[in-house]
Structures are given as structure tokens and as C-alpha cells.
């Protein structure tokens, strides 16, 4: 991404919401051009996201099914935020930026998990009780 798409200085209303609009749209082309877990996610969001929305009984079900699936997108989009500032800063070796990613990666392990709990929840008593 070019420093221009990035900066919002002196913007301000509308123009600063486009441009924040596009900045975060760059960086969501980024992280699917270089990031195959998140590739990952969105494939699975694409049957996921749908199906969620079908399944949910009313609004409130099918907010958690879907926010548990974006949820997941968002935590591996920080994750990946973490892993680029740590890259920027060092390549060398160290045991803090490597607890720093692997603490990142915690997270998108947390964040599938709660989305498997969400899902369970919601559907296993709708289909086996």
C-alpha cells in the first residue's frame, strides 16, 4: 500500500470517510493477496456468512452466527497487523517477536473456537434435541 491511499491529514467529513473506505478496502486485497489463512477465512465466510443467515431462527441468531464468523476475519486481520509490524522492525530472531506473533495466532485460535461454541449453541439443540 502507497503512503498516499494511507494518509487522511487534512481530510475531514465525507472525504475522510471515503478515503478511510479505501484505505481499508487496499488493505483487505492485501491480506487476500498475501495471507492464505485469510484467504482461508473468507472462503469459509462466503459458505458460512449464508448459511448463518439461513439458520438463525431471528435477528439475534443470525447476528452471532454471523459476528462469530467476521469475528474471526478481524482477529486474523489484527494478527496479520502484528506479524507485519513485528517483520518491519526486525527480521533477526528474537523471543519477544516471536511470543508477540505466536500470541497473535493465539487469538485467531481463540476466536475460531468461540465461533465453533457460538455455532454449537445456536444449532446443535435446533437439530438434536
Do not use: Y
Request: glycine share 8%; charged share 15%.
Amino acid at each position: 500500500m502507497n503512503e498516499a491511499v494511507r494518509s487522511t491529514d487534512g481530510l475531514s467529513g465525507f472525504a475522510r470517510l471515503v478515503r478511510a473506505v479505501r484505505v481499508g478496502l487496499t488493505a483487505l486485497a492485501w491480506a487476500f493477496s498475501n495471507e492464505e489463512a485469510f484467504r482461508l477465512e473468507v472462503l469459509g465466510a462466503a459458505v458460512l456468512l449464508p448459511l448463518g443467515l439461513w439458520l438463525g431462527h431471528d435477528g439475534a441468531e443470525r447476528a452471532l452466527l454471523c459476528a462469530a464468523v467476521m469475528q474471526v476475519m478481524m482477529v486474523e486481520l489484527l494478527n496479520t497487523g502484528i506479524e507485519v509490524v513485528v517483520d518491519r522492525i526486525s527480521i533477526e530472531r528474537h523471543a519477544l517477536s516471536g511470543l508477540a506473533k505466536d500470541l497473535g495466532s493465539a487469538a485467531v485460535m481463540v476466536s475460531l473456537f468461540l465461533a465453533a461454541v457460538v455455532w454449537s449453541c445456536i444449532l446443535i439443540p435446533r437439530f438434536f434435541a
